[in-house]
């Protein structure tokens, strides 16, 4: 079990940039932890604000993936990268083709982002098949 702090580490070091077609921000905190955790997550805000859906999406199932893939525990790293393809698969196969949206995994050591833009006819849309979908 990983050391808390007496006050946690609240310096937080961010990160922007665009071009023609994309904007993106990244932040990072220390927060409780002695060392900073092995566990990374992205939230890909998309232009419109509701980029969290697909984030909480993957929230929801990206564990379950890793965690049910036969390379799971011993290789670690197949299990993360079958894990993340799945999740691409999950919804390509769950999203109407015109509803279909980006996914990302980042890899913090290697300091990149592996992603896969899947086509989108309109965010809107996609919005709302979210919102019946998968809202809490």
């Known amino acids: ?25 990244s932040s990072a905190m220390q927060g409780w932890r002695e060392d900073m955790e092995d566990a990374h997550t992205a939230e890909l805000m998309l232009k419109y604000k509701e980029g969290s859906k697909a984030a909480n999406f993957c929230n929801a199932h990206l564990h379950e993936r890793i965690a049910s893939d036969p390379a799971f525990p011993n290789n670690i790293e197949e299990a993360k990268k079958s894990g993340f393809l799945g999740i691409d698969e999950d919804l390509r196969n769950d999203l109407p083709p015109e509803h279909q949206i980006i996914t990302a995994y980042p890899d913090v050591e290697k300091k990149e982002i592996t992603a896969n833009l899947l086509k989108m ?16």
């Open 1 to 25: 079990m990983a050391t808390l702090l007496l006050k946690p580490v609240t310096e937080k070091h961010s990160n922007c940039g665009s071009d023609d077609r994309l904007l993106f921000s």
């Open 121 to 136: 006819k309109t965010i809107e849309n996609w919005y709302k098949w979210m919102d019946e979908r998968y809202e809490k």
